[in-house]
């Protein structure tokens, strides 16, 4: 059963940082994009960033700068720090793994971020 356990999630002010951790299991995910959405109230489901099979770095504009990610390939886990966060960066965040050209896709359970004073 593949499963992507997400971890980090909490309040932090205006301009902090906040690390999210996803640890996947269940398959092999040497072929999938790894990375992380997120969902605020009212708003659809966005790319935050993610890392493809070979490594790149794939992300929103409005993160741009803001941001850093790594990924464990022996252990299936995919970290991102977010920097200087924002009011608007406040949402419930998402690990998604996926394989490019198929319909193969799983999602975490989602870990909210609140960034607020």
């Known amino acids: 059963q593949v499963q992507l356990v997400e971890s980090g999630g909490d309040l932090v002010q205006p301009g902090g940082s906040l690390t999210l951790s996803c640890a996947a299991s269940?398959?092999?995910?040497?072929?999938?994009?790894m990375g992380w959405y997120r969902q605020a109230p009212g708003k659809q489901r966005e790319l935050v960033a993610e890392?493809?099979?070979?490594?790149?770095?794939n992300s929103i504009d409005s993160m741009k700068g803001r941001f850093t990610m790594s990924r464990q390939w022996i252990k299936n886990v995919v970290d991102i720090q977010l920097l200087n966060l924002r009011h608007e960066d406040t949402a419930v965040y998402f690990c998604?793994?996926?394989?490019?050209?198929?319909?193969?896709?799983?999602w975490g359970q989602g870990t909210q971020v609140t960034v607020s004073a």
């Open positions: 998604n793994a996926h394989q490019p050209s198929t319909s193969i896709q799983y």
């Open positions: 890392v493809t099979s070979d490594g790149r770095i």
């Open positions: 269940g398959t092999n995910f040497a072929a999938y994009t």
